[in-house]
């Protein structure tokens, strides 16, 4: 079960609040089916993602990024309990979705790399390890549940 | 494997980095002992706590790999070959470890350039550090 410190919940927190969750969220799903392309496996039904601006564009892609970084923004209310509070979607990522838990992985770091376009200088390494530390916590949860 | 798109990326990317390899070395080097500790195994001979010298200096050895990588970015197996036969003879890192190096350059890069580092340049420099990676492992066995 992964721990955070307190200074570690106060970097997560602190940078969540400043966070847009639908543009950013849009952003790091587009970019996850422009730099790893075997991800787009998963959205066939999204239409055109021919190319890196289709994707980018793609309404879809944003409503479904929207979508998974709200989800996140939950991580972030139960830190305490990452496995508790993916429960649910962990069954679902298994059982309905089929997706590869190493896709968590990848998404997660794509998030960490948005974060430091935005917030720059703040983003220091100890801001990035504490996130780090949350993606990974994040994709251990979501993987929990695989059987 | 790089398209003419990606090494125009890769260029313009290098050309913010070029003549600061040690700044941007050190930040890489301080990102990757910071989030990821155990690779400090690997540089015991910086220390326990390597001081700014140190990951100066040991910052643009590294970089200065990547600039010449970016040069010969059509001939990587040819000019990356000593230090692919160092990293297999004598490094031995393991594999596992290049997909962290990678990730803190992508945070580093994206800290610096901010918006200027699109999904693009992203795609690019990933695939560019992937390649080298895979160079660089390629003699491990």
């Known amino acids: 079960m992964v721990?955070?410190?307190?200074?570690?919940?106060?970097?997560?927190?602190?940078?969540w609040g400043k966070v847009n969750v639908e543009e950013a969220g849009g952003e790091a799903l587009g970019r996850l089916l422009v730099v790893y392309p075997w991800t787009q496996r998963f959205f066939d039904s999204f239409g055109n993602l021919s190319s890196a601006s289709a994707i980018m564009g793609n309404p879809k892609v944003k409503a479904h990024g929207k979508k998974v970084l709200t989800s996140f923004?939950?991580?972030?209310?139960?830190?305490?309990?990452?496995?508790?509070?993916?429960?649910?979607?962990?069954?679902?990522?298994c059982d309905k979705l089929h997706v590869d838990p190493e896709n968590f992985r990848l998404l997660g770091n794509v998030i960490v790399i948005i974060l430091a376009t935005h917030f720059s200088r703040e983003f220091t390494p100890d801001v990035q390890a504490a996130w780090q530390k949350l993606v990974s916590g994040v994709a251990t949860a979501l993987a929990h549940k695989y059987h | 494997m790089l398209s003419a798109q990606e090494r125009a990326h890769i260029a313009q990317v290098w050309d913010l980095i070029a003549g600061h390899e040690a700044l941007f070395g050190?930040?890489?080097?301080?990102r990757l002992f910071t989030v990821y500790p155990s690779t400090k195994v690997y540089f015991r001979h910086l220390g326990d706590q390597p001081d700014e010298v140190q990951l100066l200096n040991h910052g643009q050895r590294m970089l200065q790999a990547v600039g010449v990588a970016v040069q010969y970015v059509d001939n990587l197996r040819a000019v990356l070959s000593p230090l692919a036969d160092l990293h297999a003879q004598v490094l031995r890192v393991d594999p596992t470890n290049f997909p962290l190096v990678i990730q803190c350059f992508q945070v580093v890069l994206a800290s610096h350039l901010q918006d200027e580092f699109t999904v693009e340049m992203q795609a690019s420099w990933d695939k560019f550090l992937t390649g080298m990676a895979v160079v660089l492992t390629e003699k491990y066995r």
Do not use: P, V, Y
């Not at chain 1, 972030?76 to 429960?87: H, P, Q, R, V």
């Open chain 1, 73 to 93: 923004g939950e991580a972030i209310k139960n830190l305490d309990n990452l496995k508790g509070a993916f429960a649910k979607l962990s069954e679902l990522h």
């Open chain 1, 3 to 15: 721990h955070f410190t307190a200074e570690e919940k106060a970097a997560i927190t602190g940078l």
């Open chain 2, 26 to 30: 050190a930040e890489l080097l301080r």
